[in-house]
């Protein structure tokens, strides 16, 4: 008898059309710290609450959405930037650190509310 003969059914998965369904990974996220000015279309983005005109968080999340955070915690999907307009931000030196959560990430990098009113040089 041989395993399959036997009802061992350890290897099923391995059959033809009963291929386990690869789990769907999390979309991948892209933060980067953009220190000037933002104007894509000539039109300079200035943030609803504050009314800053500088020093962004831009958030890329895959495959096309671009949010805008300020150092006041507000953030919104800006439709006028593009996944290129982040790459560009990011930091020639190509360091990454990966968070434990996006509260974290905003914490250390002071878009949490607490360095609101602050810009950086």
Same mark, same amino acid.
């Given at each position: 008898?041989?395993?399959?003969?036997?009802?061992?059914?350890?290897?099923?998965?391995?059959?033809?059309?009963?291929?386990?369904k690869p789990s769907?990974?999390?979309?991948?996220?892209?933060?980067?710290?953009?220190? #000037?000015?933002?104007?894509?279309? #000539?039109?300079l983005i200035t943030c609803a609450n504050c009314a800053a005109e500088r020093d962004w968080l831009l958030i890329h999340v895959h495959p096309d959405l671009v949010f805008v955070r300020c150092r006041c915690a507000h953030e919104w999907r800006e439709?006028?930037?593009?996944?290129?307009?982040?790459?560009?931000?990011?930091?020639?030196?190509g360091d990454e650190q990966e968070w434990e959560s996006f509260e974290a990430m905003y914490?250390?990098?002071?878009?949490?509310?607490?360095?609101r009113g602050a810009y950086f040089a």
């Open positions: 008898m041989t395993t399959s003969d036997a009802g061992d059914d350890r290897y099923t998965h391995f059959r033809f059309g009963h291929e386990p769907e990974a999390a979309p991948a996220t892209l933060a980067v710290p953009h220190p #000037g000015p933002l104007n894509p279309r #000539g039109i439709r006028d930037l593009e996944a290129a307009d982040v790459e560009a931000s990011r930091d020639a030196t914490a250390a990098l002071g878009f949490d509310g607490l360095l």
